[in-house]
């Protein structure tokens, strides 16, 4: 087998083989196939496709790429992800929340793709805290807080760690095959016993449409339990930001407004939600809404805001944070309104123009190797259905210099549609699994 010879037979509408498929994994491991290889390999699966038996088998020849954890504690080991929003940090509430809960969160996470952000990303808006951490770490802090977000070690899934910043230059970030085998080959390598994810729809998702996120969401279910892993997927809103913030620090503030009861919104509705769902799934508790009923118990407590305290510091941050964060989040220096052109109703919100101008700031890679400016972004964006009058906020830009922050006016400003009265949909669409 070579590279070449597979990349050839996806331009044709040939499915790689199973073994073809696991060599090709062990490649981009091991560095055997180019980043032009894996390029290629992307745009062809983009293109082309995977059946179901294709897509499963991609999926744990990137998780068999490396090292499988084992995990010997004494309650469930559980996990979240989120197939990519825009003010979208749940991981930064619930995992915390699930470990007051009582079960352990070792939770591999990603940096920003595309329009999205990165939960490794917003955890390294925070001073000092480390993500990159050695197994025996990272053991050590999800034994000591319950929880640990950090990067794969570069034996957990190094398949993925390679396709996963091509795709992120190359357009294929869509796909649904690969999207689907990025996110379990680092969850099912990290030795979960269940998992809940997170299928956005709508404007600031990938995923465009209902039809989009179920096949995507059953997908998912249905690769991770053939891999040995029960799984199940909440189709959630994203036709608008979930926090009223977009950038890293920022949403590590809004974030923590949640663990410390200053706010709720709906990302504390939808962090109670999939904890229900995980909770209920794991069988340690009668339903969802009993779940998610103890997921608000240890918010309101804040039994969850000290994990993720002490969580913090285990992985290199300030001793104290919880209790002021603001002194030690980064801060941008120039802060501009957007202002409505016209009175009316917010009747819809392009989340992905959105994301891309936060990108645009520098709160986001346009390339890879872009240094991420943590302090930039977006704050106080108001909700669809909110009557405004002219010349109130829409939004704030937060920005390092005057020329970009005028720059994303304009475009949080064409974002934004202002009109009737529209349509809101429940938080929670559907259940897969």
């Given at each position: 087998?070579?590279?070449?010879?597979?990349?050839?037979?996806?331009?044709?509408?040939?499915?790689?083989?199973?073994?073809?498929?696991?060599?090709?994994?062990?490649?981009?491991?091991?560095?055997?196939?180019?980043?032009?290889?894996?390029?290629?390999?992307?745009?062809?699966?983009?293109?082309?496709?995977?059946?179901?038996?294709?897509?499963?088998?991609?999926?744990?020849?990137?998780?068999?790429?490396?090292?499988?954890?084992?995990?010997?504690?004494?309650?469930?080991?559980?996990?979240?992800?989120?197939?990519?929003?825009?003010?979208?940090?749940?991981?930064?509430?619930?995992?915390?929340?699930?470990?007051?809960?009582?079960?352990?969160?070792?939770?591999?996470?990603?940096?920003?793709?595309?329009?999205?952000?990165?939960?490794?990303?917003?955890?390294?808006?925070?001073?000092?805290?480390?993500?990159?951490?050695?197994?025996?770490?990272?053991?050590?802090?999800?034994a000591r807080a319950g929880c640990a977000i950090v990067s794969a070690t570069t034996d957990i899934a190094p398949a993925d760690r390679r396709l996963y910043a091509v795709r992120?230059?190359?357009?294929?970030?869509?796909?649904?095959?690969?999207?689907c085998a990025s996110i379990l080959s680092k969850k099912l390598a990290a030795g979960l016993e269940g998992l809940v994810l997170d299928v956005k729809v709508g404007s600031g998702?990938?995923?465009?449409?209902?039809?989009?996120?179920?096949?995507?969401?059953?997908?998912?279910?249905?690769?991770?339990?053939?891999?040995?892993?029960?799984?199940?997927?909440?189709?959630?809103?994203?036709?608008?930001?979930?926090?009223?913030?977009?950038?890293?620090?920022?949403?590590?503030?809004?974030?923590?407004?949640?663990?410390?009861?200053?706010?709720?919104?709906?990302?504390?509705?939808?962090?109670?939600?999939?904890?229900?769902?995980?909770?209920?799934?794991?069988?340690?508790?009668?339903?969802?809404?009993?779940?998610?009923?103890?997921?608000?118990?240890?918010?309101?407590?804040?039994?969850?805001?000290?994990?993720?305290?002490?969580?913090?510091?285990?992985?290199?941050?300030?001793?104290?944070?919880?209790?002021?964060?603001?002194?030690?989040?980064?801060?941008?220096?120039?802060?501009?309104?957007?202002?409505?052109?016209?009175?009316?109703?917010?009747?819809?919100?392009?989340?992905?123009?959105?994301?891309?101008?936060?990108?645009?700031?520098?709160?986001?890679?346009?390339?890879?190797?872009?240094?991420?400016?943590?302090?930039?972004?977006?704050?106080?964006?108001?909700?669809?259905?909110?009557?405004?009058?002219?010349?109130?906020?829409?939004?704030?830009?937060?920005?390092?210099?005057?020329?970009?922050?005028?720059?994303?006016?304009?475009?949080?400003?064409?974002?934004?549609?202002?009109?009737?009265?529209?349509?809101?949909?429940?938080?929670?669409?559907?259940?897969?699994?």
């Open positions: 087998m070579d590279a070449r010879r597979i990349i050839a037979a996806l331009r044709r509408g040939e499915e790689p083989s199973p073994e073809a498929l696991s060599w090709f994994a062990v490649g981009l491991a091991n560095g055997r196939v180019s980043d032009a290889q894996a390029g290629a390999f992307a745009m062809g699966v983009c293109l082309r496709g995977l059946s179901e038996a294709g897509r499963v088998a991609l999926t744990r020849a990137m998780r068999d790429s490396g090292r499988v954890l084992a995990w010997d504690l004494d309650a469930p080991v559980l996990d979240k992800h989120s197939t990519g929003g825009v003010g979208d940090c749940v991981s930064l509430v619930l995992a915390p929340a699930l470990a007051a809960c009582g079960v352990y969160v070792p939770m591999i996470s990603g940096r920003g793709l595309g329009h999205t952000g990165g939960t490794l990303d917003k955890m390294e808006a925070i001073p000092g805290v480390v993500t990159t951490l050695d197994e025996a770490r990272f053991r050590d802090v999800v992120d230059v190359t357009g294929t970030v869509e796909s649904l095959d690969l999207i998702a990938f995923m465009k449409s209902d039809a989009e996120a179920r096949a995507l969401a059953q997908a998912l279910v249905g690769t991770a339990t053939a891999a040995g892993c029960p799984t199940i997927a909440l189709i959630t809103d994203m036709s608008q930001p979930l926090a009223p913030a977009l950038g890293n620090a920022l949403e590590v503030d809004a974030a923590l407004r949640v663990l410390t009861g200053l706010e709720h919104g709906r990302l504390g509705a939808l962090s109670e939600a999939l904890g229900g769902a995980l909770l209920h799934g794991a069988g340690l508790c009668a339903t969802a809404e009993a779940g998610a009923a103890q997921i608000a118990a240890v918010l309101a407590s804040g039994a969850a805001a000290e994990r993720f305290a002490r969580m913090v510091a285990a992985m290199g941050g300030p001793v104290g944070f919880v209790e002021h964060w603001a002194r030690f989040l980064p801060e941008a220096t120039v802060i501009e309104e957007v202002h409505a052109p016209e009175s009316g109703v917010i009747s819809a919100i392009d989340g992905e123009a959105l994301g891309l101008a936060v990108v645009a700031l520098g709160g986001g890679r346009q390339v890879e190797g872009d240094v991420i400016d943590p302090g930039v972004g977006l704050s106080d964006v108001l909700p669809l259905g909110t009557q405004v009058v002219k010349g109130q906020p829409l939004a704030r830009v937060h920005a390092a210099r005057s020329a970009p922050a005028d720059v994303a006016v304009r475009a949080v400003r064409a974002a934004v549609t202002i009109g009737a009265m529209p349509g809101i949909g429940p938080l929670v669409r559907e259940r897969v699994g």
